[in-house]
Nanobody, 121 residues
Framework: QVQLVESGGGLVQAGASLRLSCTAS????????RGWFRQAPGKEREFVAG????????DYADSAKGRFTISKDNAKNTAYLQMNSLKPEDTAVYYC??????????????WGQGIQVTVSS
């Protein structure tokens, strides 16, 4: 009963930046764990970044540390993923996820449809 709508993404050159947005609607109360995953061609879906909606704690995959920043706007019920210094290996479909948990890495209950990010060399 949670709907996730993603926006942003697109085709950019290496070194460029993008900001993804994920807006949640429906019965979202209690879904404290929110974040982003991605799936590249021929690979399994992997964790990118997560944030707790109440205490603002964050965690990142090693590939995202220092380049990506996850943030939130509680009033808009929106999570963001600011991606800087993009590399071709960041090319993937990015998925937003939420769960009734502290950390999105432990469990995922609802997913967005995914949004394409393509980084050219």
């Amino acid at each position: 009963q949670v709907q996730l709508v993603e926006s942003g993404g697109g085709l950019v050159q290496a070194g460029a930046s993008l900001r993804l947005s994920c807006t949640a609607s429906g019965r979202t109360f209690g879904y404290f764990a929110r974040g982003w995953f991605r799936q590249a061609p021929g690979k399994e879906r992997e964790f990118v970044a997560g944030i707790n909606w109440v205490d603002s704690s964050t965690d990142y995959a090693d590939s995202a540390k220092g380049r990506f920043t996850i943030s939130k706007d509680n009033a808009k019920n929106t999570a963001y993923l600011q991606m800087n210094s993009l590399k071709p290996e960041d090319t993937a479909v990015y998925y937003c996820a939420v769960a009734r948990a502290r950390l999105i890495t432990t469990t995922q209950e609802y997913w967005g449809q995914g949004i394409q990010v393509t980084v050219s060399s």
